[in-house]
């Protein structure tokens, strides 16, 4: 099943976090953290301003992103559990 | 009867969901899940903006769509149930 | 007595309603049900936009419509129950 | 005392309400019914848009005009009970 | 201690409230009418629109105002209660 | 330590308060009344407008100002108690 | 681990207090002392407008910064927690 996000919305699996101490020891992210990371499945063609102009979206697929824990919808496609958030609710790229 | 959805609205038919997981076993939504699929119905003319013109609506009659759980109003019209609402309130379409 | 609705608002007189089931049993309509069915009885001259320009109404004044059950305010005029309420709360026009 | 509304607001006078059935009975308002009917004292200038135009306000002195129960600001001015409201709490103009 | 309100603020002071019935009997305002009256003491120079130009205040210095009575900030300046609020909150102006 | 406030932002001192009665006589502000004075420290270089354009602050460094109790945010830079705020929650000039 | 933060974000470190009273003792920021200071890790392009230009970020990698104590999203990245927030959220730019 292939998704379209709608205008500024943007399709997300979430990944699994895995962090290093300062000291190089893997602490894996506790449940209670709240933010979490995802890459970026399917992008909308963007935001619709009021002018009737398009502003694309900053992200495409396969960006790795992060965003906070309660953002987007939950849905389940295929199986496989997918979120459905606004370009608004990313935080940042995660480049390296 | 005939519904021809205002400006921004449209007209969707629930549809029955199924899912297959990774390995090919069909699993059913279970009815807590709560993102749905349906069907646009109808689909009307499109937003007016401030300076008067019309945005059209990014989808159409036909189109598989993905919309949160609660979004909407319920409607019965000729003993079916429908739901009407904001193309804004639409998620992705679903396109294969 | 006679009303004119200001600007985007629309006076809407409910309609009885009377469903079929797919089979053509007429179902009337439980009063559990939430959205309803009207006649415009009169429509405003339209939103009047920030630049002063009006905006008409996308309905006039004989047309079925359908809303959701607790828009509008409701006014009792020569005894008889009345709604009144903006465009914005109309969700579709019954064409047939 | 003589009140000159500031911008896009009215001040009301209640009107008695006295309605009639459908065959002529008179049927005064319950003190149930919430929306309620009233004269136009006096009018302000119009809302000042964002370019500094001003929109004149639809009504004048002498409209008789409809308005929910709940609106407006209630003032006692010379052992008078008056609404003062915005223009945009009207709901109608009651032409016969 | 002179003040100068910023922008669309006003200062005013509540006017001692003192009304005549109809067959010119005076009725003090009781403690429990909410409105009130007030002389403007001081205006600002006027809203700052979005293009930068400045809309300058409906009332000015000498001004008797009506208002509701849970408007605006009370503030104690040489001893002397005094209100500071928006133009916005101001309902109108008492002429005679 | 300098503070630069950002924007539309201004940095406030609370100003100690004694008010004179209409006799002359001095009275403190009793701890339960609300709105304060302060002097201004540092003031943003103005609200950016949507078009790009900044509007400046229309008060400066050294000018004394009046503000609701509540407003601003408290920071404690070199042992001392300062207020960041907003342009916007100021309400008046303190002028002599 | 690099982030980009996207548009108006910027991400944060929490920069340990130390204050200095008058006479020069070096008082800790109490838990209980609500504003915060951080270090601005990385900022994002600039918000969009909505005519599509890019409104600069008025804050750079290195600039220390004051913030309101529940402003932004917590994120832990690499095992050291950050905060991503909007520009909106800053206060000031502590210079010295």
């Not at 499945?41 to 102009?53: S, V």
């Not at 992103?65 to 979120?83: Q, R």
């Amino acid at each position: 099943m292939k998704l379209r996000p709608l205008h500024d919305r943007v399709i997300i699996k979430r990944l699994e976090a895995e962090t290093k101490s300062a000291g190089g020891i893997v602490i894996p992210d506790s449940a209670t953290e709240k933010p979490v990371r995802g890459e970026v499945i399917a992008a909308g063609a963007g935001k619709i301003l009021e002018d009737g102009k398009v502003r694309p979206i900053a992200v495409k697929a396969g960006d790795k992103v992060l965003f906070g824990k309660y953002s987007g919808t939950e849905v389940k496609i295929d199986g496989e559990e997918l979120l459905v958030m606004r370009e608004e609710d990313l935080l940042a790229v995660i480049e390296a």
